[in-house]
């Protein structure tokens, strides 16, 4: 069965470092997200791609970047962890369409100390 | 362990009872709406969509309705199951566009 799986399920990593959490879907979506949730806050949107080499930025992406060589994977680095960037994590991917709906991966539970 | 569900609105509801769930929306130009479950500890799962040509949809156990006019979904849950415990949220989304907003979530509780 096709799914999406994120890596890993819990980080804890220090202040200042480069952390990626990585993200693959073998639905042959197009469409990919990443979302960070945050308690009083719900989804934000922080990046999103619609194919390969498309990137786009989203509502809170300052202090996050991604890439999208393949159809696959897409990968969320933290150029320099912040305690601010503690939160869950979410990757979702979507085909094109009308409908769109996104279908998401387990969540990464990240802690920045 | 963190909840998502904390500071949400909640909805307690015993074993058996039907749950209705609702969410206002802001975009009059959102032609696509969907509902989202999401268990402790995973990410939101697809429970059911509407299009705005619709008024009421309906799945197993659950029916959306769609009110234009006050720009109003609810979600209903027929014979709600201790499973059925988690946060809900709603999503919108205008035409053209790929990236749903969200709703803040609606904590649901089942008690047995």
């Known amino acids: 069965d096709a799914e999406i799986t994120q890596s890993p399920r819990h980080k804890i990593t220090e202040t200042g470092r480069q952390v990626t959490l990585a993200c693959h879907q073998t639905?042959?979506?197009?469409?990919m997200f990443w979302y960070r949730q945050d308690l009083g806050h719900g989804l934000r949107l922080i990046h999103y791609?619609?194919?390969?080499?498309?990137?786009n930025k989203g509502e809170v992406s300052d202090g996050y970047s991604v890439s999208r060589s393949n159809t696959e994977d897409l990968p969320l680095t933290l150029e320099s962890a912040a305690s601010s960037q503690t939160s869950v994590y979410f990757c979702?991917?979507?085909?094109?369409?009308?409908?769109?709906?996104?279908?998401f991966g387990a969540g990464t539970r990240l802690s920045v100390l | 362990g963190e909840s998502v569900g904390l500071h949400l609105p909640t909805l307690s509801v015993q074993e058996g009872d039907n749950s209705i769930i609702n969410c206002a929306y802001s975009?009059?130009?959102?032609?696509?709406f969907i509902w989202y479950k999401q268990e402790s500890g995973k990410g939101p799962q697809f429970i059911i969509d509407?299009?705005?040509?619709?008024d009421k949809r309906q799945g197993q156990r659950v029916t959306v309705l769609l009110n234009k006019t006050v720009k109003h979904l609810s979600l209903q849950i027929a014979a709600t199951q201790p499973g059925d415990s988690a946060v809900y949220f709603c999503?919108?989304?205008?035409?053209?566009?790929?990236?749903?907003?969200f709703g803040r979530g609606t904590s649901l509780i089942v008690h047995p």
């Open positions: 979702a991917s979507s085909e094109a369409g009308s409908k769109n709906i996104q279908y």
């Open positions: 639905w042959n979506h197009n469409n």
């Open positions: 791609s619609y194919g390969v080499q498309d990137t």
């Open positions: 975009n009059s130009a959102s032609d696509y």
């Open positions: 509407i299009r705005s040509n619709m």
């Open positions: 999503a919108e989304k205008a035409g053209g566009s790929y990236i749903p907003t």
